[in-house]
């Protein structure tokens, strides 16, 4: 074949057209795909580090796990565990979104509707969500990758607002993730979820993007801010895949679409409108008494309640120690020898309410090996 100066030519404006594409589609993505795949692989550690735990406390194999029916059941069995993981991880702000609050469950935890409240996203975001739910079954990885670049390089996605490709890039990395993770690419020990007459896999895998979406919907409606958004995803997706492998027998109910809502002229899961709304916690308005700093169960029942101090609220509701409001209730476990409740504060917020924590910041480990002085004076 002859090279001529025509052949050549042409091949240089081939690269400079595609590498203008590249760099243009880079310019028009509003984040950083890089760190927010970092942060999706949260997701099936997460999901390892509860299937781990709780083959453990059922005898150590999996086969030894019970089938949960209900998803009250599932929450109850989940809940400490997945909380313990949310805790280890940094993402302890959103255990309210996977329902691993105690005394709350899937019935009492209050919810919005975005779509009635004026809050909806855009008529493209919810278009693009549907792309991303709506995708057939892929044969691999690769595959499913490449259907997911498709979307995000599309102009649909790269005219939506940062917050809204957040939510989306974020579910679509979480659902890579999980594909990775469930279809057994680690070679782990063979996985519930691919198991069964329906083969779940892919619905599980669904689960997982559904749960991703609404969690990062519901903590960016909360937060407005790109790290809530993708902690969000991961704790809902982590949420989601759990209760999916969990119900072994009833494979009806990874199937089913369940409810849907219009918003703006788009048909999406209801879970998309439908976020849970933060719970809002407190200590006590009648009770004006010393509470104590405890850093396991028995310390709270016991004579040993040596940490003690008068707490004081601000109009945002955050607790301090000082009348001033200028020391900052320390991150950990209360109690107060009346009402035989446990507090459990982070940030200067409570963050759960309940007879019985998931756990204490000390563990197993006396107080005094926890810290030298809880309550540090402070101007």
Known sequence: MKITPFFILSLIMVFIISSCKNDSIEQRLKIDRAEIKKMASLHSKGLAFLKQSLAKTKGGTLDNLTPIRTPLEISQELNPTLFIYLQNNGLQEYEYLTNS????????????????????????????????????????????????????????????????????????????????????????????????????????????????????????????????????????????????????????????????????????????????????????????????????????????LEYSTFIYKNNENKYYYTSSLTCLLPNGVYFNNQDGIYYKVLNGLVTEIGSTPTNFPGGFKPIQEVLDNIFPACN
């Not at 390089?153 to 890579?176: G, R």
């Not at 063979?190 to 997982?208: E, H, M, N, S």
């Not at 999916?244 to 990874?254: C, P, Q, V």
């Open 101 to 304: 609050i105690p005394g709350f469950n899937l019935d009492n935890l209050p919810t919005i509707s975005l779509s009635q409240t004026g809050r909806a996203y855009s008529h493209s975001f919810y278009v693009v969500s549907n792309q991303l739910t709506g995708m057939l079954e892929p044969t691999s990885y690769q595959v499913l990758d490449n259907q997911i670049n498709a979307i995000v390089n599309s102009n649909t996605f790269l005219n939506l607002n940062s917050e809204e490709q957040t939510i989306l890039l974020t579910a679509a990395e979480v659902m890579l993730d999980s594909y990775s993770y469930w279809s057994n690419e680690y070679n782990e020990t063979p996985l519930i979820a691919t198991k069964g007459f329906f083969r779940k896999l892919w619905a599980v895998i669904k689960r997982d993007l559904n749960g991703a979406i609404g969690g990062a919907i519901t903590a960016g409606v909360a937060s407005r801010n790109e790290t809530a958004i993708i902690a969000g995803a991961i704790a809902g997706a982590v949420l989601h895949s759990a209760f999916a492998d969990n119900i072994t027998e009833d494979e009806g109910y990874l199937i089913t679409d369940g409810n849907t809502v219009t918003i703006n002229g788009v048909t999406v899961p209801a879970e998309f409108d439908n976020i849970i709304v933060k719970p809002v916690l407190k200590f006590p308005t009648d009770y004006t008494g010393v509470y104590y700093y405890v850093s396991d169960e028995s310390l709270a029942h016991n004579e040993n």
